[in-house]
């Protein structure tokens, strides 16, 4: 799979890193079971709002745990099965979620 690294934001996004460190909101679509993006919360530093509209992420763990400063997470029509993982935005205060495949609610009490 293809790692969700600093270069390939910059490239992908035209920005240098530090701008990629400012930068507060992003819309984007991927496809987590091909790529990796463990540190993709590092890079995005200052991330407040992140939408994956229409992206493949079968559960929130996939999106990995460095999303410090997330507040909003819009992953309507991600396939997504499970809300796992959700815990570790403890910033988050908005989540839409809307036509997924998602069974268990029972981490959104967290």
Do not use: W
Request: glycine share 4%; charged share 30%; hydrophobic share 35%.
């Amino acid at each position: 799979g293809t790692e969700i690294n600093e270069r390939l934001l910059e490239i992908s996004l035209g920005m240098d890193k530090d701008e990629l460190r400012r930068l507060e909101k992003i819309e984007i679509v991927v496809d987590t079971t091909n790529t990796h993006r463990q540190h993709v919360g590092e890079v995005l530093q200052s991330l407040t709002s992140l939408k994956l509209n229409d992206s493949v992420i079968p559960s929130v763990r996939d999106l990995g745990t460095s999303f410090r400063h997330l507040r909003v997470l819009s992953i309507n029509r991600c396939e997504m099965k499970s809300l796992a993982g959700l815990s570790s935005f403890e910033f988050l205060k908005e989540l839409y979620a809307s036509y997924n495949d998602i069974q268990d609610l029972f981490d959104i009490s967290y």
